[in-house]
């Protein structure tokens, strides 16, 4: 009796530590999905967000959303919007381009959030007069590297590596 215990007890610890490593790697590897670009008032065309894996390890995406953070009726900078439900995988070093139907983005100022499928936030680009970054017609807010949390305004790259601009550019 004490050894189909021990057996029992051993091999429930063994479940617990393995689902535990299971969770802990999915988090690991879910807080490599960002927030590329943000394009909210395009000269012509569609404003759009863009995701991007900077991590090495393909990632389930299924049951993460992204969100638009703003009411400007009020000038706050917290209603909750549900701007895309995500479903499949990110490679390594992919983007996605994800279009809106209609124009969306609040262009004096907005939040968008990236949440995993657990709703805890991923990341998040926050412009205008949700953020510290002041949005500029024709050009998108973003990472000037994927791999930073600095955010810039940069030339649409939709689907590509970001391209910061001189100032003299702008």
Not at 33 to 51: A, F, Q
Not at 154 to 165: A, C, I, M, Q
Request: proline residues 4%; charged residues 20%.
């Amino acid at each position: 009796n004490k050894k189909v215990l021990f057996l029992l007890f051993s091999l429930m610890f063994w479940f617990q530590i393995r689902m535990l490593y299971i969770a802990k790697s999915e988090e690991v590897s879910s807080t490599l999905i960002v927030i590329s670009e943000v394009y909210p008032d395009p000269w012509s065309g569609r404003e759009y967000v863009e995701i991007y894996n900077k991590g090495d390890k393909t990632v389930d995406i299924t049951g993460f959303t992204i969100y638009d953070v703003s009411s400007p009726d009020v000038g706050s900078c917290d209603k909750q919007t549900i701007l895309f439900s995500l479903h499949g995988e990110i490679l390594p070093n992919q983007w996605i381009l994800l279009p809106l139907s209609s124009s969306r983005l609040n262009n004096n100022g907005d939040r968008v959030i990236l949440k995993d499928n657990n709703e805890f936030i991923l990341d998040e680009i926050s412009y205008g007069v949700c953020g510290t970054i002041v949005n500029k017609k024709g050009y998108t807010i973003g990472r000037k590297d994927e791999s930073v949390s600095d955010l810039s305004i940069l030339s649409p790259t939709p689907g590509g590596k970001n391209y910061l601009l001189d100032i003299a550019e702008i």
